[in-house]
Every structure is written in C-alpha cells, then in structure tokens.
C-alpha cells in the first residue's frame, strides 16, 4: 500500500487472481453473515451444500461461506451470490433427524468470488483474497470510542445481548475487528450486515457501525419507553385488583355486600321483571354474567352496565287502557281544536274499530301536511288525551344522520340508543302517541338518510321487530300510534309517502280565526297575562287583526298579536291607570301600530285590460289583478311580475287563443303593429301555476275589444289554445279570498263543482258562483256591456273533445 498527496492508495496487485486465487468448497449461506474471526452456528438443509461441508472435512476444513442475495432460491448461481464473502473453517458437524445438518463455522478472512465451478454434485468457488487497509489514526479513535459508548448503551437496553458482550467489545485488539463483533450482535438486517462485510477499509467499516448502532439505540429507547409505560399500567391494575379482592374479603368477613355485586342482583331482578321477550332476556342475561366477572376497573363495565341500563328501562309490556268511549273523545277533540272534521272524525273512526275489533287492527300511521300553526301537533296531543294515551313527541328538523334514527354501535365509544327507542324509554308505555315532527324537513348526507331507517318504523308489516343498532334486538313498535307532520308533501319520498295516511289541514277562513279567537285564544291570552273580565275584544277588532295585521294560514301571528294588546292593557293594569272596557278595531292602531298587511279588494270601477283573478299559497287565498295594456310594436308579447313557466306558457295559450278567435270577438286583424304587456302586481313576489289562464285571457280581449271588465266578477281556470276552461287546484281558499275582498260573481271551472262541498255555507249564499267549461261562457259573464260594443255571444257549435 502506498500514499500520495495524503490519499490512501491500494497496490492493484492485491486482487489479481493469478498471484493470490485459490479454490474451496462453496457453502451459500440464506439470512446469515460469517464475519472473519468470529463463530457463527449455521443450518443446512440443502444436499449440495452438505456435500460441500463432508468435502470440507476430508480435506483441510476450509470452505467458502457466501450470503445469497435472494433466500428464495434453491439453486444459487455466481449471479445470486454477493461478491464479497468470508473464508471458513468448518468446526463441529452433526446430522439432525429431520435430514439437515447443525454445523459451527469460524471466519478466517475476506474473499472475493471469481467463479463459481459445479464438481461431484456440490458448488467450488475460485476466490481471491481482499487485503483490508488499517490506518489507526484520530479519526479512527474518535468513531472507535464513540461505537463503544453507544454498544454500551445498547448492551443495557437490549435484554438479548449478553451482560459480558460490552466487555468483550473492550478487549478487542484492532478496530476492524470492534466493528466486525459489533455487526455480528446486532439484530439487523442481512444487506446491512453485508455492507459491513465488505467494507474493506477499516474507517468506512467504523463509520457504517456507528450510523447502525445509533439507529438501533433510538429503537431500543423508544421500545423501553413503551414498556415502561405499560408496565406501569400493569402494576397499577394489579394493584387495584389487589386491593379490591382484599377490601371484597374484608366485606365478606363483616357481612357487608360489595357494591358491584349488589348491582349486578338489583340487574338482575330488573331483567326479571321487565317481561322482556325471550330472546332479549337471554342476551341481558349473557351480559349480565359477563358484566359480573369483569373487574370494576375494566373498561367495558361502563358499555355492559349502561346497555343493561337501557334494556331495563325499556317498556316491553306495560301499556294504557285506551278510552273507547267515542262520546268523551268527540267531547275532548271539541274542546280543544275548533273545526278540522276530517281529523276527528277519522280519530273517532279509529276509536269505534278498536272498540269492536279489539287487537286485532293494527296501529294507523298517520300524517297531517299543512301550513305552519294550523293545529297539526296540538291536535297530536289532543288525540292522545281523548285515547287516553302518553304523547311524545321528536323532531325531525334539520336530521342528517342515519344513526339518529336507529343508534350507533355498541363499538363506539359513548354510543346510545336512536331517538326511536330513546322517545319510547322516556314514554314509559308500549303504545304511546309517538309524533315525528316536521317529517318533510330531514336531510340526507353521507352519514346515510334517515328517512330511509324511518321506513322501518312506519310501516305495520315490520315494526313489530324494529331493528335498532345499539340495541341488536328486535323491539315492538307495533301498538304505537305513529303521527307525522310536514308543511309540504313533495320532500316526503314516496316509499315513505306511501306507508302513511295523509290528512290535510287546510288554512283557516276568516269565520274560522274569529270563532278560534273568542273560544280559546282570547280566554287562554286573559289568564296567561293576569288579567279579568276586562278588555273585552269585539269581532270587529278581531277581523281587523286577521285581515290587517296578520297574513298566515293559521293562526300563530294573530296569537302574537293578541298578546302584544293584552302586555299593553297588563301595563296599564298594573301603573294602576284607566283600562278599556273594550277593545275595538279603531283602537288597533293605538296598540298595533300602522296597519301591516293589505288584503286584496274589489276594484272601484269596471277597467278596460284589468281583470280580477284569484291564487293561493301557503297563508291562505288572496286576489290577484290582471293588467294588460296595448303599444304600437312589432307583435311583441312582454310578460312581467316574477311569472313562473307556467304562468308564461298560460299568457302565450291565452294571446293564441284571442288571435285564432279575433274574428269572432269582433278584434282587428292587426296584432303584428302591436306590442302587448302583460303585468301582474307585487313584482316581488313569484307567481306561477296555470289557474290564471282564463283570467289573463279577458282581460287580454277587454283590451283588444276596449270593454270594461266587470269589477265584481272573480274568475279562476287553466285555458286551452281552443278556448276549454280546465279544472283547479286551492278553490277553498280562492273563493274566500273573493268573498274577503266584496266581490259578488266568481267564474269556476265546472270540473271543481265537486269541490264546493268545502265551502261554508253562509259564503254560498252571499256570492254567485258560474260554471264554466269554455272561453265563450267566460267573456259574456265578465265583460260589461257597452253601447255599441261588438257582442259576444256562446258559440253556436259544441267544441270538440280533447
């Protein structure tokens, strides 16, 4: 070896084969590393390889031990073995019973492979050996010291190595030797280990030592860190159970009973008693046993005991006599809510087949669909009075998680019961009135759909074993009298839809808000507030405050504005002033303020292009004016006022209609030099549908013809392109919003004569109703006479069918 510059520089002649090549045994070695001068014990299994070994023996003992650089293969060629390998002696040698062989083996030195040679059945190897480089410097000594201090560390972390090995490590007399008995007692991996093995520089070899032991020591104090923690747990645990089979045998010999024995009997004889099915009073039981054999510290106890605790407090069979006395029911529904006949009537049928068929029908699941504050959850509460059963209530608003409905797992952590069974435990009654409220307005997301797991629920052929996730048992929800409620039908899905009779709470009339008002707001507000006799409210005051000061479909606003008169007369009440006698509408100002709504009136006069329609929505019926104006143009229709699609496509039917007809409604042919608008008041608000089609129709032919439209004529129906007046939807509530507003005439298709059964009676007296199938009964009706107006008569013909 030789130095130039300070660079170490190897003699080439090192490695030529032909000076220093010999041949040996070869021995591939899987999962192992023979590092020189150190004995290493190996396992052969495979028959070249033993013959290479009983070769070795005849010989001088040397062989040639080479890692594989892949352990699957069977038959190593040179290509899979690692260049550098170790030359062996071969010390003890026995033949186990199974066929393979337990041979010591000791390192003598490093070689390179050159060839690998088949003869007689076993591999031979031609190698040359590598000479190692020493240069025992500052350097060295530094990475020497430093490999023995971490080995220290290691030595004290690592239960597997042996006490002495540290000591060993120290009497080592060169550092490449240190680095080679560093590599063979540390558990690393095999290319680790051979990168090591052919590190011929002694430093380099120092160094790669160094990095592995320090990774090995951050394992090794981690893995200690863990331990340590855990065994601290242990002995914690092993203390308190200690402790508390002590403190149990200090009990017994005092005669006292230990606290979780005592509730596992109180458990026990709750399951006992709570006339659980079968099947669920076995799997209580089970649990029940597994909950008394488990310590008090264990963290199940708390899962075990609160399930248990759900089970018994469940109702499985305790239930209420029903009241099957129809009078006292009808008695009770009466006092409560003023009209809403189809409701009661259906409750009272339901009362009168329970009377005569016993169990035998099954529960009705009802739903009530209608505008906010018409009754629809105090009359859930009312039916459970007149049946004498418990009412709860739940609701649904704003519910996106499936698990709402049917619980969580048991797996979970603080998992309960869904709201269901949660709602039925606090009823305490097989067969409570169970209302879902607001049923239209769950969600769906991706914890799943509730009104999906609601399916279940609400249907007779499967809720007599309702399946809830943390219960895991079947649960009868067969006797419940289920009511669900929404605003609106079509968020509803349809396979929920269809397991439910629907009820529809129509909006109040006037008639109806005043007699709610006198019979039980009134009364109810008098109380709440502390007041007398005093202030008496007249009808007058009453109508005023539904007509002016609130717009709604039941009657929550007019309750609200009620008891904003009541806390001003309490007030004054209370300062000890002068309290009206009566409350009458001119004093609504006073109290209330400016008047906040305007319902809809008859118009002053008979106008040309302006018609009176009528539409409907959620608060109720209102009239609606129809205004069409005429502008020299290009034959433009321009439709304004937030109209629908719908409402669009009706104004296009109706200008269709007087253009194919304009010779028989005496109209000039000239409808390509005018630009006509359509126009429906309170832009702000969105309007569509069909029902204004005959409506925009009269008042687009009052324009082109220049006749009035009659003042008092009220008008609803879908129109065709040949002129047929189709049937409506709401025509309760439009021709109260007629009759609200004076007028005295209303134009209705005649398919909805049918639904004149809903009208009251008084409005059918005081208003004229005209039956309508075509366009030409319409105009005769609606338009005034006027002198020298062409006139427009029935048609002669029939029109044809659709």
Not at 445 to 471: I, K, M, T, V, W
Not at 592 to 604: D, T
Request: glycine letters at 6%.
């Amino acid at each position: 070896m030789a130095r130039k510059n300070g660079i170490k520089k190897i003699d080439a002649s090192i490695f030529d084969p032909e000076a220093n090549a010999f041949e040996l045994p070869l021995l591939p070695v899987r999962d192992a590393i023979v590092f020189p001068q150190f004995m290493s014990p190996l396992i052969v299994a495979r028959e070249r390889s033993i013959r290479a070994i009983d070769a070795a023996q005849t010989g001088d003992k040397r062989a040639l031990a080479f890692t594989q650089r892949d352990n699957s293969v069977q038959d190593p060629t040179q290509n899979d073995l690692y260049d550098i390998g170790t030359e062996i002696t071969i010390g003890r040698h026995m033949h186990l019973p199974d066929g393979t062989s337990s041979v010591f083996v000791e390192g003598i030195r490093r070689v390179r492979l050159l060839e690998v040679i088949e003869s007689d059945n076993y591999l031979r190897a031609r190698v040359v050996p590598v000479q190692e480089t020493y240069d025992e410097n500052l350097t060295t000594e530094a990475l020497r010291r430093a490999v023995l201090a971490l080995f220290e560390k290691i030595t004290q972390l690592n239960p597997h190595l042996p006490e002495d090995s540290y000591v060993t490590a120290m009497n080592t007399e060169t550092s490449g030797r240190l680095a080679d008995f560093v590599g063979t007692s540390l558990n690393v991996d095999v290319s680790k280990r051979q990168a090591l093995l052919e590190a011929s520089d002694t430093t380099v070899r120092l160094q790669h030592v160094s990095i592995l032991l320090a990774k090995e020591l951050d394992v090794l104090e981690l893995q200690s860190k863990i331990h340590n923690k855990v065994q601290e747990e242990v002995d914690k645990s092993q203390r308190e159970y200690y402790l508390r089979e002590q403190m149990r045998a200090i009990q017994t010999e005092l005669g006292e009973v230990d606290p979780q024995m005592r509730e596992v009997s109180d458990l026990r004889e709750k399951i006992e008693a709570a006339g659980m099915p079968a099947e669920t009073r076995e799997k209580a039981q089970h649990e029940l046993d597994r909950l008394a054999q488990m310590p008090g510290s264990a963290p199940e106890v708390a899962v075990i005991r609160t399930f248990l605790d759900v089970l018994v407090s469940l109702p499985w069979t305790q239930a209420t006599t029903d009241n099957l006395d129809i009078a006292t029911a009808a008695k009770v529904l009466d006092d409560q809510h003023y009209g809403l006949q189809k409701v009661k009537e259906r409750i009272l049928e339901q009362i009168a087949v329970r009377k005569l068929a016993g169990e035998k029908m099954r529960a009705p699941i009802l739903c009530f669909v209608g505008p906010p504050g018409t009754g629809k959850t105090s009359m859930g509460r009312s039916i459970a009075q007149a049946l004498g059963r418990k009412f709860v209530r739940v609701s649904l608003g704003g519910v996106h998680d499936e698990a709402e409905i049917r619980g969580h797992r048991r797996t979970y952590i603080g998992a309960m019961p869904g709201r269901i069974l949660q709602t039925m435990r606090r009823a305490g009654s097989i067969n409570p009135v169970f209302m879902l409220d607001e049923v239209d307005k769950i969600g769906a997301d991706f914890r799943g759909d509730p009104s999906a797991a609601l399916l279940e629920a609400l249907d007779p052929e499967q809720n007599y074993a309702f399946s809830d996730h943390y219960l895991e048992v079947a649960y009868d929800l067969s006797k419940v009298m289920f009511i669900t409620t929404a605003n609106i039908l079509d968020p509803v899905p349809p396979a929920l839809r269809d397991r439910m009779e629907v009820i529809e709470f129509p909006g109040y009339i006037e008639e109806e808000k005043l007699a709610i008002a006198r019979q039980f707001l009134v009364p109810k507000l008098k109380s709440e507030h502390g007041l007398g006799a005093q202030p008496k409210f007249s009808d007058a005051s009453i109508r005023g405050l539904i007509r002016e000061y609130t717009y709604e479909a039941g009657v929550r606003n007019l309750e609200r504005e009620l008891a904003n008169i009541c806390r001003k007369v309490a007030r004054l009440t209370a300062e000890e002033k002068r309290v009206p006698q009566t409350v009458g509408a001119e004093s609504l100002f006073k109290y209330l303020g400016p008047q906040k709504f305007y319902f809809g009136a008859a118009e002053e006069s008979d106008q040309i292009g302006v018609a009176t329609g009528v539409a409907v929505s959620e608060a109720g019926g209102d009239t609606m004016a129809v205004e069409v104006t005429l502008m020299r143009g290009k034959g433009n229709l321009v439709l304004t006022g937030q109209l629908g699609e719908v409402m669009q496509e009706s104004a296009q039917a109706a200008l269709s209609y007087a253009r194919a007809h304009s010779k028989e409604l005496g109209l000039k042919d000239n409808f390509d030099k005018l630009d006509i608008h359509i126009h429906v008041p309170e832009g702000a608000i969105p309007k569509d549908g069909p029902s204004a089609g005959i409506t925009m129709a009269t008042a687009l032919i009052s324009a082109l013809s220049r006749r009035p439209v009659n003042k008092l004529v009220a008008m609803t129906g879908e129109i065709t392109l040949r002129g047929r007046v189709l049937p409506i939807g709401g025509l309760r509530d439009k021709i109260l919003a007629a009759h609200r507003a004076g007028l005295k005439k209303m134009l209705i298709p005649k398919k909805n004569k049918k639904d004149m059964v809903d009208v009251p009676k008084k409005i059918q007296r005081e208003m004229k109703f005209i039956f309508v199938e075509r366009m030409d009964q319409v105009l005769p009706v609606a338009l005034a006479h006027r002198r020298g107006a062409h006139p427009i008569a029935p048609a002669s013909r029939p029109i044809p069918p659709a």
